[in-house]
């Protein structure tokens, strides 16, 4: 026999360690390589050994008789493309990509080379896998397996806007194909296109409704826009996966937004259960006992986000913020004082201290903390009041004018008590003054 015969398909399922779906690798062509490459006998009897051996799974039995075959005939492309194979089948991946190129270079219309260097690639130089991918793409028009193949590349690389057309592509040739369509959802999703990547994960629900990506993925796109049903999406989603504590705290915030606070309380002890709370579902567990008012339990919740995390000043700051709460001014002002020391930038800190000072009646320390926060932003009408009724208790008289003059004009009449007040306070300084003139 002088021609190569038709050699059977060998098919090997490529295992990464990508995030994205593990793709399948393409089969052997079964195509005749180009005429003038004839083999005798013998080459073909090599093929055949090496068929038989990659039949039986025995790849590293068919390496010798393909290295004999190449040696003879160098320029014979199927030779490397079926090396190559035996390559992949082993994990030497640098062999095996050194010989699906050199099958690429003697055949440029081998699409099954291009494809399986560019599955080789995909899982430790996804960037360098994408040109082979394109390459399979246009010698593989109606197919949509490479197109997927190169939208996971793309992705892979952090191309996001060309994944998703590479997805959208494959999508079209192959409507059914739930591996696109979840694909192609992901990619929306990370592109902050919130309402289409909803709808794409919708279809893909309809396709396998247990899917436990599909099932994150709508809830992820439902928060994402913030609506109330990603509540309902993300219990869906821990039906299926009630291990993942990230998704159980946001379900947890989705409930107390939702004022559900004994709801969610209940999720935030299942997050805790095992193998204990974290600083996020502390802190979560610490805003909903401070909107129920329970100071003490929310003080003891905030002492332990910070043990396990000391140098997170906004957890010092909320603490502060609760002794605040609780009028346990001495012990919120080491606090707050403490955040500031850390950040002087900290303007909540600077708010609370102020108001700190001013509650336990030290005006000179709260008009000293209100200066200090005025140069680095403009006053409200809290704290203009505070400075007015400050100047007014020290007795300085027309700064004290000034300040509640100030407060209305920044207040518009919004707290008819104050502005009442500040109205009368302004008479009766103003009397003063004439008095001592």
């Known amino acids: 026999m002088s021609a190569v015969r038709h050699w059977s398909a060998s098919v090997f399922l490529l295992v990464f360690s990508a995030t994205c779906a593990c793709p399948q690798a393409a089969t052997s062509p079964k195509k005749r390589p180009p005429s003038t490459q004839k083999l005798s006998n013998p080459l073909n009897d090599l093929l055949d050994e090496a068929q038989r051996s990659i039949e039986r799974q025995d790849f590293e039995a068919a390496i010798a008789p393909l290295e004999k075959v ?23 991946w640098e062999d095996a990509r050194r010989e699906y190129q050199r099958a690429t270079e003697l055949d440029p219309k081998m699409a099954e080379a291009y494809l399986n260097l560019g599955l080789v690639l995909l899982g430790r130089e996804p960037a360098a896998a994408v040109a082979p991918l394109r390459k399979a ?17 793309l992705e892979q690389a952090g191309d996001l806007r060309g994944a998703a057309e590479a997805y959208k592509a494959a999508a079209a040739l192959d409507p059914r194909d739930f591996e696109t369509r979840i694909a192609l959802a992901r990619v929306l999703l990370g592109e902050k296109q919130y309402a289409e990547a909803e709808a794409k994960f ?18 992820q796109a439902l928060d994402a826009q913030h609506k109330p049903e990603a509540a309902d999406a993300y219990k ?37 259960a095992a193998p204990g709370p974290d600083v996020a579902s502390l802190a979560l567990r610490a805003d909903i006992q401070v909107v129920q008012l329970r100071w003490d339990a929310a003080v003891a919740t905030l002492k332990r986000a910070i043990a396990l995390a000391p140098d997170r000043l906004d957890l010092r700051e909320g603490l502060g913020n609760t002794y605040l709460q ?6 919120a002002e080491k606090e707050l004082e403490a955040v500031l020391r850390a950040d002087g930038k900290n303007l909540a800190a600077w708010k609370d201290l102020s108001t700190v000072h001013y509650l336990e009646g030290n005006c000179p320390a709260a008009l000293k903390m209100l200066d200090e926060l005025e140069r680095r932003e403009k006053l409200n009408a809290g704290a203009w009041f505070m400075r007015a009724t400050c100047y007014d208790k020290l007795k300085v008289v027309p700064e004290a004018i000034s300040a509640y003059e100030k407060f209305r004009e ?10 009442w007040q500040a ?4 008479k009766t300084l103003r009397r003063m003054l004439e008095k001592h003139h």
């Open 70 to 92: 190449i040696t003879e005939k160098p320029d014979f492309a199927y030779g490397h493309f079926q090396l190559g194979y035996v390559f992949t089948a082993l994990k030497r």
């Open 137 to 153: 793409v246009e010698l593989l028009p109606s197919q949509s397996r490479p197109r997927y193949l190169l939208g996971v590349a």
């Open 202 to 219: 919708r279809e893909a629900l309809a396709m396998q409704p247990d899917s436990v990506g599909g099932r994150l993925g709508l809830a």
């Open 236 to 272: 869906s989603y821990l039906e299926v996966q009630p291990s993942d504590r990230e998704a159980r705290r946001r379900l947890a915030r989705f409930l107390f937004d939702a004022k559900q606070y004994d709801a969610a309380i209940a999720e935030l002890d299942r997050v805790d």
């Open 326 to 331: 609780k009028k346990d001014y001495a012990a």
């Open 410 to 419: 920044v207040d518009h009449g919004q707290n008819a008590n104050q502005d």
């Open 423 to 426: 109205e009368q306070r302004i």
